[in-house]
């Protein structure tokens, strides 16, 4: 008998039995793909099947009914076996009846030796008189076909759907009040714009059995050439290379055979200065995968988060990113060992972060920070009718409100802009939007830098539907962030001492404390620092007595200045 052949990059490769791609709904109302394959062999007229993820009793059922309507259609075969084959990553059970029609369909071009056309895709139900049956999930399944297919089959009067979505109300700063309304959806409509999928509805087998024997090509791999950029990203570039200073000693510090720390380490190594963020992203991915700790980070993040809120800032766009990865170190919920490096990541951000005389108003902060975070609990909940539950943009939604409750508005904006990025993300994007990335630069230090790793991503995927949706994050994120604080007015900075000297010692007190105190701790009582620790904690200190001689060689600074905080670093 002959065998099948398998999916590569969610395209159907016809081997020698009818196979083809159904879509799925899994526990999140996510739509997820499952690769069907169907063989008849000699045999006692059976029902049979192997499948990868478990199947439920609704899918059993529904493999019997398609079964006996192809019978009617194409002849008995009695004498044969018939053999499902189910086979979906990252799924745990399959169940439901609306893969019969596809079931149905794929035995039918068994028998004919017809070949299923690897274009088009189709959902829907069978009942034992061959009558089509509609299904729940339309919108999420055609989001799912949508990697590979042109065309997507549903059943007749399912192209438009209502759904209840929710909407908030913001009566006041920080107090959001849900209220719910139904929404007409027009699936044809949204797949075509948002997908370029097309959704023609059958309403009998013949009209499907017909659509998906054509001769329709799948959609061909995303393809794009990395553009050449001219600008350099001096500081993320800086920030990337103690991130990966900082990996390579931790790395090397540990058993060679840790080949998770390792392989993150070697692919930093491999990307150029022009991805200055994923160089750094990987870093820290080596680093946090070479430790093993206990130590908690609470009580130095928070000291942090109140220095950092005692000081204005005329770097905002800066400050927001940094503030993000305090926020991270304070709230998420990751290891002591990823607190840590986002706390350190966060110390070495603000060292980099720009001084002058004007400042923005922190109230018009906290304003366009309630404003997003109201803008994202929307968008995530109208993700969730198209894509299902996005625990990214969840989790981004809930860390934003934390923040804004902690009085941090830089990470409570910017975490709120994430949750609006990881939604949009989630409902995926047409190849336009994601050909424009590769030709629009951002303003923004950091927003172009999340731009060129969106640009990596897309480049590097293989078609990874996972790594394509973190591409489309971090293309969102650019666009988010870019311009964000444009509207604010300026104001001068109301420091009564000099804001220079404000600035360096509360470089010198997150510097040393952060490394004193997190990489010290090694348990109850007294600080233990092992000897990595020292050299960690004598290169923090030379980095601010670097910055204190560049501060005093442009006169921004007196010596008499100088002295006083380098004598205040010997000391720590």
């Not at 529904?62 to 799924?91: H, Q, Y």
């Not at 909407?167 to 370029?196: C, M």
């Not at 951002?442 to 927003?447: G, L, R, V």
């Not at 007190?509 to 105190?517: D, E, F, I, Q, S």
Request: hydrophobic share 45%.
């Amino acid at each position: 008998m002959r065998r099948p052949a398998f999916l590569a990059f969610l395209m159907l490769s016809i081997g020698f039995s009818a196979g083809l791609m159904v879509p799925a709904v899994d526990s999140n109302m996510q739509g997820v793909l499952v690769n069907l394959t169907c063989e008849l062999v000699p045999g006692h007229g059976r029902v049979l099947v192997t499948t990868d993820p478990y199947i439920g009793v609704g899918t059993q059922e529904s493999e019997r009914t398609a079964t006996a309507v192809a019978k009617t259609l194409v002849g008995n075969f009695s004498d044969k076996d018939v053999i499902f084959i189910f086979s979906a990553a990252n799924t745990g059970t399959i169940d439901g009846g609306s893969a019969g029609m596809a079931m149905a369909v794929c035995l039918m071009s068994e028998i004919n030796n017809d070949t299923i056309s690897p274009g088009v895709s189709i959902t829907g139900g069978i009942d034992s008189a061959g009558r089509v049956m509609q299904v729940a999930g339309i919108l999420q399944k055609a989001k799912a076909v949508s990697q590979f297919a042109r065309v997507f089959l549903i059943p007749a009067g399912q192209s438009k759907t209502v759904t209840y979505a929710k909407e908030f109300v913001n009566p006041r700063e920080g107090i959001y009040i849900e209220e719910a309304r139904p929404v007409e959806i027009d699936i044809a409509e949204y797949a075509a714009e948002n997908w370029n999928l097309s959704i023609v509805e059958f309403t009998n087998i013949s009209q499907a059995y017909d659509w998906m024997t054509k001769n329709i090509t799948a959609r061909p791999p995303f393809q794009f050439a990395i553009p050449k950029f001219t600008r350099n990203l001096t500081r993320v570039n800086e920030l990337a290379d103690m991130s990966v200073a900082r990996a390579q000693k931790l790395v090397n510090g540990i058993d060679a055979n840790d080949s998770i720390a390792l392989d993150y380490l070697n692919k930093a190594a491999k990307v150029g200065s022009d991805f200055p963020y994923t160089r750094a992203n990987y870093a820290f991915l080596a680093a946090v995968a070479s430790q093993t700790s206990l130590e908690n980070v609470d009580s130095v993040a928070n000291e942090m988060s109140k220095q950092l809120q005692k000081f204005e800032t005329s770097d905002p766009y800066w400050r927001a990113e940094t503030e993000l990865r305090l926020s991270w170190a304070l709230f998420k919920d990751n290891s002591f060992i990823a607190k840590k490096d986002w706390l350190l990541i966060a110390a070495n951000m603000f060292a980099l972060e720009r001084t002058g005389n004007r400042t923005l108003d922190i109230g018009q902060v906290k304003k366009l920070a309630n404003q997003k975070i109201l803008e994202a609990k929307e968008a995530v909940e109208q993700a969730k009718i198209v894509a299902g539950e996005s625990r990214s943009a969840e989790e981004a939604l809930t860390l934003a409100v934390k923040s804004y409750d902690a009085d941090m508005y830089f990470a409570a904006l910017y975490n709120a802009l994430d949750a609006i990025a990881w939604a949009d993300a989630s409902k995926g994007a047409s190849r336009a939007y994601l050909q424009s990335v590769f030709s629009s630069p951002k303003t923004d230090e950091f927003s172009e830098a999340y731009r060129r790793h969106a640009i990596y991503l897309l480049t590097h995927s293989g078609g990874d539907p996972s790594l394509i949706e973190t591409a489309i994050f971090s293309a969102r994120r650019a666009d988010l962030r870019e311009g964000v604080f444009g509207d604010m007015k300026n104001l001068p900075i109301s420091f009564s001492l000099p804001a220079i000297d404000w600035k360096l010692l509360l470089i010198l007190v997150l510097g040393a404390y952060t490394a004193r105190n997190v990489l010290g701790k090694r348990k109850k009582g007294r600080a233990e620092l092992t000897e990595k620790d020292m050299i960690m904690l004598a290169e923090s200190k030379a980095r601010a007595v670097k910055f204190l001689q560049e501060k005093l060689k442009d006169k921004e600074i007196t010596r008499e200045t100088y002295v006083k905080l380098v004598r205040e670093l010997e000391g720590l």
